[in-house]
């Protein structure tokens, strides 16, 4: 973990300021449309008000949790929007309502955060840092929001994944490459993966350019599990066909990856519907990874 595993000091910095914008003052009490469309679930939503390196003012990250107590085994959804985009938009298509079916059919809790990808100075982040550190939406999410989220129970890469849709689905490929030991899944729904600045994040940098390019560097998600999901009549020629290329880019580079088309267009009920499907995929490799744990343990006496 790169940016989370620092100096005692800078760990001890960004804990205390993770506390004091979160807790308490930082979490959000919904609006009554909003409790009464959440009102009998089993999990609970809340809005976390966060504080990235560069930001000025706090950004919103939207979070499901199942019933029960926290703990570091609890797996975490770390999701990106699209732009134009904010946090809240897969709870406003239902996001809330499908997480406690799954609970119902008896699905493994897991944790769902939907973090804010809006930039301050630049209309477009694509979750990414800039060229001059002037926003630094890439840091917004690992250094802030993974520690409001998780906070005294922080996961490892196995028991957390990063998906996002459109933009997200860029943006989510980008930060796990480029925080390697950070995220053991990445789901990319109707994403790219090759640069499209329209605000000049990247300030024509050939080399910062390059560093967020992913089908530059496929290798660099080596050790993560990838799906990459993508609508079949998708009208913008910058995501047409990219699911398959990327695809071919990582099995040569050795990295395990899926990939699923199915019909649709690119749009938020096709999104959902991916997700639904992600949320299967996500399941079947943590409760691989559960298993195996489990007999390494049993074989090696270990607890």
Not at 188 to 208: A, E, K, Q, T
Not at 209 to 223: D, K, Q
Not at 236 to 255: F, N, P, T, W
Request: hydrophobic share 40%.
């Amino acid at each position: 973990m790169r940016r989370l595993l620092r100096s005692l000091d800078g760990l001890a910095v960004i804990g205390v300021f993770c506390v004091l914008m979160v807790l308490p003052s930082g979490v959000t009490r919904l609006s009554d449309s909003d409790a009464m469309a959440t009102a009998g679930l089993k999990g609970t939503v809340s809005v976390l008000q966060i504080r990235g390196p560069s930001d000025r003012q706090r950004h919103p990250v939207w979070v499901w949790r199942p019933p029960g107590p926290d703990s570091a085994t609890i797996d975490v959804v770390y999701f990106l929007h699209g732009y134009p985009g904010t946090a809240q938009d897969p709870f406003q298509y239902g996001l809330a309502q499908d997480l406690d079916k799954l609970l119902d059919e008896g699905y493994p809790p897991f944790v769902f955060a939907s973090v804010d990808g809006n930039g301050e100075r630049h209309s477009d982040t694509e979750w990414a840092n800039s060229y001059n550190g002037n926003e630094q939406v890439m840091d917004r999410v690992v250094d802030a929001a993974i520690p409001a989220v998780e906070g005294t129970h922080m996961r490892d890469a196995a028991h957390r994944a990063i998906a996002g849709f459109s933009m997200g689905g860029y943006g989510a490929m980008n930060i796990a490459m480029q925080n390697p030991g950070v995220f053991g899944q990445v789901v990319s729904i109707s994403g790219y993966f090759v640069v499209n600045d329209l605000s000049g994040m990247f300030g024509g940098r050939p080399s910062v350019i390059a560093a967020n390019t992913p089908s530059a560097h496929p290798w660099r998600a080596r050790g993560m599990d990838v799906l990459l999901e993508q609508d079949a009549s998708d009208p913008y020629s910058l995501i047409r066909g990219q699911a398959a290329e990327m695809a071919g880019l990582l099995r040569k580079s050795d990295v395990p990856v899926t990939v699923h088309i199915m019909p649709g267009t690119h749009d938020w009920a096709y999104a959902m519907r991916a997700l639904q499907y992600a949320f299967g995929f996500l399941d079947r490799n943590w409760r691989a990874a559960a298993a195996a744990d489990a007999g390494w343990n049993l074989t090696s006496g270990g607890s």
